[in-house]
């Protein structure tokens, strides 16, 4: 890989929280000026901004999904700096999708009769709300304060004080 290219992929602008932000910011300026050009107080309009949120979130999970595979299979500078931003990568899916989710909340507290008769169902709706909660509790585990409260929840003080004992 060209030396330019390789220090372009150690650049602070295109590493940790600044890559979110060139990701995210200009998600967020398509999303804003979308609702701009649409009737929000039309439930057909509500449900293309839910469409829309998806399209620009799920490419981030794939990415994301994907990178330590392809670190793997195509071992190079690029594949390398997908994996060292695979947390990140994966954070701009979620903020993808709380757009989504905003959406259909607005859908569900404005329109409530369209959303179920024209949109989702009961089914739909309980079949989505896990999702969500397994969404959030992955954000949050990406992190270490998440990380480390789920370790302290899974490991009680008799496990982790008395040592592994190999053999009879």
């Not at 929280?17 to 000026?33: E, G, K, N, Q, S």
């Not at 270490?144 to 053999?167: E, T």
Request: hydrophobic letters at 55%.
């Amino acid at each position: 890989m060209p030396a330019r290219q390789l220090s372009l992929l150690n650049s602070k602008g295109l590493n940790s929280w600044r890559l979110f932000a060139f990701i995210v910011i200009p998600m967020c300026i398509v999303v804003v000026y979308q609702m701009t050009m649409v009737d929000l107080g039309d439930p057909s309009h509500i449900s293309s901004m839910i469409q829309l949120s998806v399209r620009l979130a799920v490419p981030w999970l794939f990415i994301a999904f994907a990178a330590s595979s392809l670190v793997v299979v195509f071992p190079a500078t690029f594949t390398r700096w997908l994996m060292r931003n695979r947390r990140i990568i994966g954070s701009c899916f979620t903020a993808g999708m709380a757009w989504q989710l905003l959406f259909i909340l607005w859908m569900v507290i404005g329109f409530w009769n369209y959303y179920l008769e024209e949109a989702y169902s009961y089914f739909d709706l309980a079949e989505q709300l896990p999702g969500y909660i397994i969404l959030f509790a992955m954000t949050l585990t990406s992190f270490r304060f998440g990380a480390w409260a789920v370790r302290m929840a899974a490991w009680s003080k008799k496990r982790v004080l008395q040592p592994a004992i190999d053999g009879p």
